[in-house]
């Protein structure tokens, strides 16, 4: 049987008459058997599209849309990592992307398949990661007939995608491809979504992959004007009390050693936003922490009296600017950013330059050497620092192991070295305050989103990225029991994840809110029953660790991250245990309230 006869029997065979599409090859049509022979089918030429992109994962879950792209599959190009369902896969491929620098890659079938997607896809836009999301789609003839399994996934992805597309002819395969790839990884970075119907799949086409760009309406800032960069030169020359913010712009643009050179050099306090941390050296004198609502004293006090904030890449959230009326009331304000739409879009500035963070940091160290010392200032910041630490009590009766604590600990057996995921919650915020992270991509978490579920397939990401580094998953046990499935993986694949469980038994930021805020009505935050998880982690051949005592924490914790292999260590601390210090919501900076 001939090439150009096996094409068409294998699309007659898949009814594509019916799709009424204008891509397949008529009989009567006279093909020179060198271009019969280089036909690819539309999955074929995306999987070669994905390899010239360099593309190492992929993270999915089949489904009858995209089954002739996981035929492709089939071949093994690429390496294919099955997740236990698409928000899984989403989050893997978020880890992924932040740890390694480079693009996620996930694919999921139509409908359903798609849909599950949506809360990862939103949560890497809200997070800056770049991911491409290939959707399975009904084939074309079917869409907008209510199809089984069809879903509107341009409409519901335009709010939570850098872009979107929709594959209508297979010959658009490696242009869209190498765009999404361009656009996902590139300014300010963020998800793309590649919609594939069925039958793109089956049809073939001649063309090959393409490395050309085409896009005259998409421009990425990169350098700062130098008149920007003299106008910032000159408020520090002129400031008696800056600071630097480091948001998650420095770590995206791997910009934490010139950082560090250059508060160095001036002698600038630094305060950190949460997707953040890692840009300084945790145990830098110059570090004052993370600010915002469980932020650090020093921290918050130096947002509130300081006379220049030089921001670098955060852009002023909720979390950190609870009240904006009153943040930083008598300072000037730098925002150095990517994406022009946060310049004034949260907090007036002064000064705001359109541009990469390590370029910007690289173009102030490129003017002549020059120190200006605040020695007032800096005293005064680390009296702060001093005088109100992150610290905790122990329990009287020491019925429950500390969390900070088991953090803490955890953070010298790991030397502040480990890559660090975290689900949601209270535990997120203690991991903030009391894990040492030493570098950028240390820290993997939900920021903007503050998805619930994150952390366990983050982790996986994160290891299949770094294979040689400790990577520890902290959870909540409600988080926990939304995306555990996932441990399947790690047994499939030989991946070496420390899971630590934070367990209170409770929904714990919730219920401290309730506690709070809402007369101590415990609205359904605590949960009356919970499984075994270490026999559930057993199932997945995980080897189970039970802390219940805290005189035995650092025991327990030593023998769990010497086991060669993934762990699952269930640490019970007590339910009334509150994150502090916080700035209640709608309160300024300054009014925190749980300080020691």
């Keep these: 049987m001939s090439k150009q006869t096996e094409i068409l029997e294998y699309e007659k065979s898949e009814n594509l008459d019916y799709f009424e599409t204008t891509e397949t090859i008529e009989p009567e049509m006279e093909l020179e058997k060198e271009t019969i022979d ?113 879903a509107d996934l341009l409409s519901m992805t335009t709010p939570i995608t850098k872009h979107n597309y929709q594959i209508k002819n297979v010959n658009e395969i490696p242009k869209v491809l190498h765009e999404a790839f361009h656009i996902a990884n590139s300014g300010r970075k963020g998800p793309v979504v590649i919609d594939f119907p069925k039958d793109m799949g089956i049809l073939s086409t001649n063309v090959d992959v393409s490395n050309e760009l085409d896009l005259p309406g ?36 791997k910009a934490n050693e010139v ?14 936003t949460l997707l953040g941390l890692g840009a300084i050296p945790y145990d830098n004198p110059l570090f004052l922490g993370m600010g915002g609502m469980h932020g650090s004293y020093a921290s918050n006090m130096a947002l509130t009296e300081c006379d220049l904030l030089i921001n670098f890449g955060s852009r002023f959230d909720d979390r950190l600017a609870s009240k904006p009326d009153e943040f930083a009331p008598n300072a000037k304000i ?69 969390p900070q604590r088991t953090i803490e600990y955890i953070g010298e057996i790991t030397q502040g070295d480990a890559v660090v995921t975290t689900d949601v919650g209270q535990h997120q915020m203690w991991v903030a305050q009391y894990y040492p992270f030493k570098n950028h991509g240390q820290l993997v978490t939900s920021g903007g989103l503050g998805t619930m579920g994150f952390g366990i397939p983050a982790a996986i990401g994160a290891k299949l ?31 070496d994840i420390k899971i630590v469980i934070i367990n209170n038994g409770t929904l714990g930021m919730v219920k401290q809110w309730q506690d709070k805020f809402f007369n101590k009505r415990f609205s359904h935050s605590v949960f009356n029953g919970q ?12 080897k189970g660790f039970l802390i219940d005592d805290p005189a035995h924490l650092e025991q327990k914790l030593d023998e769990a991250f010497q086991h060669d292999g993934p762990a699952l260590i269930d640490v019970r601390i007590s339910p009334i245990e509150p994150v502090n210090p916080m700035v209640p919501s709608g309160k300024a900076n300054y009014e925190m309230e749980g300080l020691l």
């Design 38 to 150: 280089e036909m690819k089918s539309g999955s074929e030429l995306l999987v070669d599209s994905l390899a010239n992109e360099g593309v190492d994962f992929i993270f999915g879950y089949p489904g009858g849309a995209v089954l002739p792209l996981y035929d492709t599959f089939y071949e093994g190009k690429i390496e294919h990592i099955l997740a236990r369902h698409e928000q899984g896969a989403t989050h893997a491929a978020e880890g992924y992307a932040r740890v390694s620098g480079k693009t996620g890659v996930v694919v999921v079938t139509s409908g359903p398949g798609a849909t599950n997607a949506i809360t990862g896809i939103a949560d890497a836009y809200s997070d800056s990661l770049p991911l491409v999301v290939i959707t399975g789609q009904v084939a074309t003839a079917g869409i907008g007939k209510d199809a089984f399994q069809e």
């Design 218 to 253: 998409y421009s990425v800032p990169n350098k700062p004007d130098k008149t920007e960069i003299q106008k910032l030169r000159d408020y520090l020359k002129t400031s008696k009390k800056p600071i630097v913010l480091s948001g998650a712009g420095i770590n995206h643009a």
């Design 259 to 272: 950082l560090t050179e250059f508060v160095t050099r001036h002698q600038l306090p630094v305060v950190s």
């Design 334 to 402: 730098v925002h150095i950013d990517i994406d022009p739409s946060e310049i004034n879009k949260i907090i007036k500035v002064d000064l705001g330059i359109v541009a990469d963070c390590k370029a910007t940091l690289e173009a102030l160290l490129d003017f002549e050497s020059y120190s200006i010392r605040h020695e007032e200032w800096l005293e005064t910041c680390f009296n702060n620092k001093s005088a109100q630490p992150f610290a905790f009590k122990e329990d009287a009766d020491g019925t429950f192991s500390k």
């Design 465 to 495: 990225a770094e294979p040689d580094k400790t990577v520890v998953a902290f959870v909540g046990d409600g988080g926990f029991q939304m995306t555990n499935q996932e441990m399947a993986i790690l047994e499939e694949y030989n991946l």
């Design 531 to 542: 499984p075994d998880f270490l026999k559930l982690g057993e199932a997945y051949n995980v």
